[in-house]
C-alpha cells in the first residue's frame, strides 16, 4: 500500500537522522488469514463474536452527517476495515470532492491513514482510545514534553531520552536503571525488562 509505504519511509529517514538501522521492506499481510472457500474463493475467513467463523463478505459504508449513505464497498470477509479504507475514501473524494471532514471508528484509526488524510487536506476524527493497564499508572498526560531538546521528564524530575522509532510509528524514550532505582514514584510506573523506565510516544507527533 502507497501510503504505508510512504510513512515507513518516513520513519527510516526517522531513525536514520537518530543513528538507527533503518527496517527492511515490511511484507505485511493484508489478511488476516489464508483460508480459502473450496464454493466462493472470493470470500473470507470472518470472525463474528468469541466462537462464530464464517466464509463472509464485508461491507465498508460512508454516510453524511444525517445518515444517508454516500458511498459503499464489498470486500472479503477477512480484510481489516484499515486497508478496505482507501478504496471507498477514493470512491468518495472523486464524487464528494468537497468532503472537508472523515469521522471513523477505531478500526481505521491508523497512522497511514490518517496520513492520507492529512496530506490530503481534510480532517480526520477517530474515537479517544483509553489509556490501557492500572489506573494507578501514570500516564502520558504526567510526563512534561521538550520540544527543543525532545526529550520527556518524568514526575520525579528525571529525563527520559530518545531510544528509537518503531515499525509502528511509536517513538520510545527511556531514562537510566539508576534513576529509576530510588524513585519514590516506582510503583506508578511501568519498567521496562531492564528495570528503566520507558515511554512511548505516537510518531507522528514530532513530524
Request: glycine share 6%; net charge positive.
Amino acid at each position: 500500500m502507497i501510503y504505508q509505504e510512504e510513512l515507513e519511509k518516513e520513519i527510516n529517514e526517522v531513525r536514520v537522522k537518530a543513528g538507527k538501522k533503518p527496517f527492511k521492506k515490511s511484507e505485511e499481510k493484508d489478511v488476516k488469514n489464508n483460508k480459502v472457500s473450496t464454493t466462493d474463493c472470493d470470500s473470507g475467513w470472518f470472525h463474528k463474536g468469541e466462537h462464530k467463523e464464517v466464509f463472509a463478505y464485508s461491507a465498508q459504508v460512508a454516510c453524511d452527517t444525517h445518515g444517508w449513505v454516500l458511498g459503499y464497498t464489498e470486500d472479503c470477509g477477512n480484510l481489516h476495515d484499515s486497508r478496505t479504507f482507501f478504496d471507498l475514501y477514493a470512491k468518495l473524494i472523486k464524487k464528494f470532492p468537497e468532503i472537508e471532514t472523515v469521522v471513523a471508528d477505531a478500526g481505521y484509526k491508523t497512522p497511514a491513514i490518517a496520513k492520507k488524510l492529512i496530506d490530503d487536506g481534510r480532517t480526520g476524527l477517530f474515537p479517544y482510545t483509553r489509556p490501557r493497564g492500572k489506573k494507578e499508572l501514570f500516564r502520558k498526560r504526567d510526563f512534561i514534553y521538550d520540544y527543543v531538546n525532545h526529550t520527556y521528564t518524568c514526575p520525579n524530575g528525571k529525563q527520559l531520552i530518545y531510544k528509537t522509532t518503531r515499525r509502528d510509528g511509536y517513538q520510545e524514550y527511556r531514562t537510566t536503571k539508576a534513576n529509576c532505582a530510588t524513585c519514590p514514584f516506582l510503583a506508578h510506573v511501568q519498567l521496562h525488562k531492564t528495570n528503566r523506565r520507558q515511554f512511548s510516544d505516537i510518531f507522528g507527533n514530532f513530524i
